[in-house]
C-alpha cells in the first residue's frame, strides 16, 4: 500500500474540520499557533517514513512527552514505578484535583497530570541532572540532537501552571513526591514544552511498534514486554477520559498532547503522528483524531 497517497488523501480533508474545536489557550505560547495547521507522518518497523502537510514543522509535544518519560523510568526504575502510580483509565479530566484527594495521592495512570508529576519526581531522584538526561532520551529516539525545549513555552507553564502546581503539593502531602517541588514542577513544565515535529515523533515512538528495539540506536529501549505494557497504557490511559470514544473509532494505541498532537502505533508494523491544534472538549484533537481514523480505515489497520 501506498502510504504517501493515503496520507495526502487524509490531509485533503482536514480543512473541512478548521473551526471545530479550539486552540488551546490555557498556556497562552499554544494559543498564538495558526488553528489551520495539519501535519502527518508515518514511520514504518521497516525504517521508511512517509509525510503530508506540516509534518516537519516543531510544535510543543505537551503529553505525548509523558511516554518518554514513563519509557525511560521504566528502564531505570523498573515495576517499583508501579507502588506509586496506578495502571487504570482516570474517567476524570486530565488535571483532576479530586481524584487525586479522593485516591490519596497515588494517580490513577502515569499520563494525567499528576502520574507523570510522579514519574518526573522518580527520574529526578535516580538520575543526576534528570532534564537533561530526559531531553537526551528523546533525542535519541528521534535521532536527532537538535530536538530541544521551547524555553517560551516552558515559561508559560510556570507562569500560568497553578493546578498543575497544587497537584504536586497535594502529592507532596500524601508523601509520593520525594524531591524539591520547584524541581520536579521545573522538570515537568521542560518535559511539556519539548518540540518535535510529527516525522521525528513518528520515528521516537517506534521501539512500540517495533518490540522495544530502536532503529536508530540499533538497541533495545525497552523490552519486548515493556513495550507492550506501553501501549496497553496509551490504549487504555493515553486519551484521557475521551480513551473509550478514540479506541472505538481508532483502535489503536495512542497519546495525545494539548499541543495538537496525537501519536499511534500498528504493533509489529508502524507508528503514526499527527498534528492539528484545534482540540475538542477532552483536550484531544479534533482533526488528529479524525486523521487517524481515516488512516485505519483506508489501510484496515487496527489491534482489533
Known sequence: ??????????????PQHVGRGKVASYIPALAKIPSEKFGMAVHTVDGVTFSVGDALEPFSIQSISKVFSLMLAMRIVGDELWERVG??????????????????????NPFIN??????????VTMLHEAKICFLEFAR????DPYIAFDEIVAQSEDTHGHINKALVNFLKAYGNIENDIDVVLDAYFHHCSLAMNCAQLAHAFLPLANNGVSRSAEDSVLTARQARQVNSLMLTCGLYDAVGKFAYRVGLPAKSGVGGGIVAVVPGEMTIAVWSPELDDTGNSVMGTRALELFGQITQRSIF
Do not use: C, K, T, W
Open 140 to 143: 535519541g529516539l528521534a535521532g
Open 1 to 14: 500500500m501506498d502510504f504517501g497517497e493515503v496520507l495526502q488523501e487524509i490531509a485533503a480533508e482536514a
Open 114 to 123: 499528576a502520574g507523570a508529576l510522579v514519574v518526573i519526581d522518580a527520574l
Open 87 to 108: 495502571r487504570e483509565p482516570s474517567g476524570n479530566a486530565f488535571n483532576s484535583l479530586v481524584q487525586l484527594e479522593y485516591e490519596e495521592g497515588i494517580p490513577r
